[in-house]
């Protein structure tokens, strides 16, 4: 098993090197995951990557993101929640809308279709996909993975790109954090980020490892206690963990029909991607956030994702995740009850038919 996962780690780094060699945008996260996908398909040697892995790169990027929460971005947050709420409860419409267009393309299913499109938590969305009777799974789990791995790709080019302005990286004009000043206070950050994750797996919050050191920093920072911030090594290991996790997840070869399923996945994360960007013009002239910061508010990818392409782009990290935070609780206490009415009334309707 060691020998494995050494393979994969030496393929993820070698990708993240060639990435960053290219100059491509988020290389670590980028290049590791298209490394370990190609090379997982290629090697006769199985690829192994433990959850372990993953769960540390996103731990360090929630400590990232709570060290942005502010007094002054909390009211912020606050005092434009009727507006998320608002763009949430659009993007998620656009998500139902775009599906049922999918689904009368392709034939397939509307609820397989639904649950793979809907920008939600991928674990989440499989678990309901497995509690609801006659859905593909395999197809659920293959368009969210392509969703994500495609926005992964589209947001930095849309982002780093003439479109949006953004700046190359926030980094080169601040200072390099060095190593010394992170203790001893990391040592009281690491201490609360864990405790925020126990917590969190007990009141069954969804993802656990991102949340958790989020609400402990944020707590803290919010207090008046600063929290160092982290060299830009660290950050690049979190997304070379990440990235890892989700190249392994990548498995195309499980599809019954890998063309449609593609085109289906492919179709589905552009309509989302072009909904967002309308949305994101729409805050950007009401709030006059930056472009970057609009759209990667809204972004239908995961959190920790958009939250490391908001560090790279100098976003602001605190809005983003306000936005990000707010919609995956919503998908994750609202819209799965939601779903199981239409599916219910849909399979009403149908046999009916």
Not at 81 to 86: A, D, E, K, R, S
Not at 110 to 116: E, F, K, Q, S
Not at 220 to 248: F, K, R
Request: hydrophobic fraction near 55%.
């Amino acid at each position: 098993m060691k020998k494995n996962l050494l393979i994969t780690f030496i393929t993820a780094v070698f990708g993240s090197v060639l990435f960053t060699l290219l100059h491509i945008p988020v290389a670590f996260l980028l290049g590791a995951m298209t490394a370990v996908m190609i090379g997982s398909r290629l090697s006769k040697i199985p690829f192994y990557w433990p959850a372990g892995l993953r769960d540390a790169g996103i731990i360090i990027v929630g400590y990232s993101i709570g060290l942005s929460f502010t007094q002054e971005a909390v009211l912020l947050i606050l005092q434009k929640l009727p507006f998320i709420l608002l763009v949430t409860v659009c993007m998620i419409l656009f998500s139902a809308i775009s599906a049922l267009i999918i689904a009368k393309l392709t034939g397939i299913d509307y609820p397989t279709v639904l649950i793979g499109s809907i920008p939600g938590g991928l674990s989440q969305m499989i678990l309901l996909a497995e509690e609801v009777k006659g859905i593909n799974i395999t197809v659920v789990t293959f368009m969210q993975v392509a969703r994500l791995t495609m926005i992964i790709f589209i947001v930095p080019v849309l982002v780093f790109g003439p479109w949006l302005n953004a700046p190359s990286g926030p980094g080169f004009e601040a200072a390099e954090p060095f190593w010394k000043d992170l203790f001893p206070s990391i040592l009281l950050f690491a201490f609360v980020s864990f405790i925020g994750i126990i917590l969190s797996k007990r009141l069954k919050l969804p993802t656990p490892y991102l949340l958790g050191p989020i609400m402990g920093t944020a707590a803290l920072v919010i207090s008046g206690v600063n929290g160092p911030e982290l060299p830009t090594a660290v950050l690049d290991i979190s997304q070379l963990l990440i990235g890892a996790h989700i190249g392994m997840m990548m498995k195309p070869e499980k599809l019954s029909n890998k063309t449609k399923t593609m085109s289906l996945a492919a179709l589905s994360a552009l309509l989302l991607i072009a909904g967002s960007v309308i949305l994101s013009f729409l805050i950007m002239h009401l709030f006059h956030f930056s472009p970057a910061t609009s759209f990667l508010s809204l972004a239908p990818g995961g959190m920790d994702q958009m939250a490391i392409i908001a560090h790279e782009t100098g976003a602001n990290l605190a809005i983003v995740t306000g936005y990000q935070l707010f919609r995956l609780f919503f998908i994750f206490f609202v819209v799965p009850p939601f779903l199981k009415w239409i599916f219910f009334k849909y399979k009403k309707l149908e046999s009916s038919n």
